[in-house]
């Protein structure tokens, strides 16, 4: 965070998120920093009273929506945390902080409210000119104090029909006005003994589930909101059971039940429309069960009972959208079971990611599958590397360079010279290595060109060397390398001798002398070190031990730095130049 540039501390703050960036939302005295990774800005809300005070409290709302600020006047605002849009405002004419402020929402509700207490008192505000206002520190304050009228935004419906039983006569399950009287109806206007005395009660575990059953759905919302129940054990449950009785309702069209039930449910917690498709489902209504789909946002619920439906084809799409690949793989492997060869491959073809993961699955479960996979697309390049990688699973030599054949044929169809040609070079080198097998009784299959050739000048068999350095052209400078190397682990110094005088060295005769001091072999290395290039000899005879004097008097050190234009230097002085 940017240093802010603060006299002093910070009287309240809070944290925003907007546009899936975190900002810090702090006041001091009457103003408002607004601070993220980067800067730090002055914001003043919109419609603020300029006599509104310094800021003493603040809160945002657990959707990081909504934002309100308490102020040392009694003034609080409530607007938007973006901070360009006021909801509200009101005065309550405390100007002591409260001790906890929150906002108090119901989903799919667009009324809100700001909850604030005090040591003995609550106050519930929202957009009115009015609020509620409850002592504490009292055994049953709920019956102590009944206000005249609450606030919209304590008192918004939020439930498939209404909040008080003489709207019940509107919902959509029948009619309440056989039970308005009892002790129900006296319960549901909060006329009756405290909630925490009633919650757990045999009232409370028998009075919902009976008016579900009723189709009271309004009622029994009501009592489950007094009782304070939460909403997955109360609300939830009634809603879903009305959701259930809804599409029983062949008098209406799928698409305005669909969208009934979504109006009304929304995103509650604990709702599972698989639940209500598959009832949907059951009562005959496939497209009824399909539309409700769309609105599950749980792909492992949707996808099973899209399967169940015969819409395989539909339920690859919503597995695929998913991103699981382990749901696509169930659902690939099921149209697998269900479909024709043909029509399965054609339904794949229209998927890529669908195909791109059965072509995996295939590559480690069914390979023949895989062929035939490639066959369809007429894919020769995979079908030319599917040929190399079955040559491996031979054991026979015949059916191996059988295989690689076939790998040939398609690399040329698919007009891959350079795969063609290697593939080509490797079935030769197989036969040559069955041959040297049978000749020497020496294991030479499945050895690379590189060890073929090494372990041929190992065993002293350079004319076979030779052979396959011309038949497979491999490079004078690696052939070079590979033979000294090859000469100086057998140790045969006077064949690698005689080869460096076969020809000019295309690797340089610097090679010689590393590789016979790397063999703990300065004497043989000194033979080189005079036919070392100028610009390299002087480290060859670094590399002998050929620097003072005195080693330049040995026979095998003709040619010293002397010839360099180091012959006046002495021992020490050259030394040190050498370094």
Aim: one cysteine or more; a positive charge; aromatic letters at 8%.
């Amino acid at each position: 965070m940017p240093a802010a540039g603060l006299q002093k501390p910070p009287s309240c703050w809070a944290v925003l998120s907007q546009d899936r960036v975190t900002i810090v939302l702090l006041a001091v005295g009457q103003d408002l920093y607004l601070l993220d990774n980067t800067s730090c800005s002055v914001v003043t809300p919109p419609g603020m009273s300029p006599s509104a005070g310094a800021y003493l409290q603040m809160a945002v709302s657990f959707n990081y929506r909504c934002l309100a600020l308490f102020t040392d006047t009694g003034y609080i605002w409530m607007g938007l945390a973006t901070l360009k849009e006021k909801l509200c405002e009101f005065n309550c004419s405390l100007r002591a902080p409260p001790k906890q402020m929150v906002w108090c929402m119901r989903p799919r509700s667009r009324q809100r409210a700001v909850v604030m207490a005090w040591d003995r008192q609550l106050m519930v505000v929202g957009n009115s000119t009015e609020c509620i206002q409850y002592p504490l520190g009292r055994r049953d304050w709920g019956r102590s104090r009944r206000p005249a009228q609450a606030p919209r935004a304590a008192a918004a419906p939020s439930s498939p029909g209404c909040r008080c039983p003489q709207e019940a006569q509107r919902s959509p399950g029948g009619s309440a006005g056989s039970e308005r009287s009892g002790p129900l109806v006296r319960l549901a206007e909060l006329r009756g003994p405290s909630p925490a005395l009633l919650r757990g009660s045999p009232l409370s575990l028998r009075v919902p589930p009976r008016l579900v059953l009723r189709r009271l759905y309004p009622l029994a919302i009501r009592i489950c909101e007094y009782l304070r129940l939460s909403e997955i054990q109360g609300v939830s449950r009634i809603l879903a059971h009305w959701a259930c009785y809804k599409v029983q309702q062949k008098d209406k069209s799928d698409e305005e039940v669909a969208y009934a039930i979504n109006q009304k449910l929304g995103d509650t917690p604990g709702i599972s429309y698989s639940e209500i498709a598959a009832r949907a489902y059951d009562c005959g209504r496939t497209e009824l069960a399909i539309k409700l789909l769309e609105y599950e946002p749980r792909s492992g619920e949707q996808v099973p009972l899209l399967l169940k439906m015969k819409r395989s084809k539909l339920a690859l799409s919503k597995a695929i959208e998913s991103g699981d690949t382990d749901l696509v793989y169930t659902v690939v492997l099921h149209l697998k079971n269900e479909l024709n060869r043909g029509t399965f491959f054609m339904t794949l073809q229209n998927q890529p990611v669908a195909l791109s993961l059965y072509r995996q699955f295939c590559k480690h479960q069914e390979r023949e599958t895989l062929k035939d996979l490639y066959n369809q697309d007429d894919n020769h390049q995979e079908l030319g590397n599917f040929h190399v990688h079955s040559s491996y699973s031979e054991k026979r030599i015949e059916g191996r360079v059988a295989a690689l054949q076939n790998a040939v044929d398609e690399y040329y169809k698919a007009k891959n010279e350079f795969a063609a040609k290697a593939t080509e070079d490797q079935i030769k080198l197989l036969r040559l290595q069955r041959h040297l097998q049978e000749d020497f009784d020496k294991p030479y299959l499945d050895l690379s060109l590189h060890d073929t050739v090494s372990t041929l000048i190992l065993d002293g068999h350079h004319k076979k060397a030779e052979q396959l350095y011309r038949d497979f052209k491999i490079p004078d400078k690696r052939y070079w390398w590979l033979k000294i190397n090859a000469l100086a682990t057998r140790g045969d110094w006077e064949e690698m001798e005689k080869f460096s005088k076969s020809k000019k060295s295309p690797i340089g005769y610097l090679p010689f002398v590393e590789i016979a001091v790397k063999h703990h072999n300065r004497y043989e290395a000194k033979k080189y070190a005079p036919r070392v290039t100028p610009e390299q000899r002087v480290k060859a005879f670094i590399l002998v031990g050929c620097v003072g004097p005195g080693d330049r008097a040995g026979a095998g050190c003709r040619g010293a730095p002397e010839a360099v234009g180091f012959g006046g230097c002495g021992g020490n002085t050259m030394s040190l130049l050498l370094l």
